[in-house]
């Protein structure tokens, strides 16, 4: 009964910003990275951002250093990515998924439904 719910996707402007969550519900949240991917339709999913178990630590793509910010509230069971500076380039499907341990070791072992984002002017 684990699921991921992923919310906040839009339509956005180059250059602004948006914020997605994802509500996770049927597991011990605390005890689970969380880790964020997009894909474009017609090509591959790729990793944009994972964050550990207790939110002490995080990784980013390269594609994402310095623009994106993981974040996780463990007492609202919730996983945020903040999105500031957006580009064309990040229009994509955003899913949020669980990692296996506290660690986020891929491949994630449940994954949410995905929310659009889209930039443009």
């Known amino acids: 009964q684990v699921q991921l719910v992923e919310s906040g996707g839009g339509l956005v402007q180059p250059g602004g910003s948006l914020r997605l969550s994802c509500a996770a519900s049927?597991?011990?949240?605390?005890?689970?990275?969380m880790a964020w991917h997009r894909q474009t339709p017609g090509k591959e999913r790729e990793l944009v951002a994972a964050?550990?178990?207790?939110?002490?630590?995080?990784n980013y793509a390269d594609f994402v250093k310095g623009r994106f910010t993981v974040s996780r509230d463990n007492a609202k069971n919730t996983v945020y990515l903040q999105m500031n500076s957006l580009k064309a380039e990040d229009t994509a499907v955003y899913y949020c998924?669980?990692?296996?341990?506290?660690?986020?070791?891929?491949?994630?072992?449940?994954w949410g439904q995905g929310t659009q984002v889209t930039v443009s002017s």
């Open positions: 049927g597991f011990t949240f605390r005890s689970h990275a």
């Open positions: 998924s669980r990692g296996r341990t506290w660690y986020f070791r891929p491949p994630p072992d449940y």
């Open positions: 964050i550990l178990a207790d939110g002490s630590s995080t």
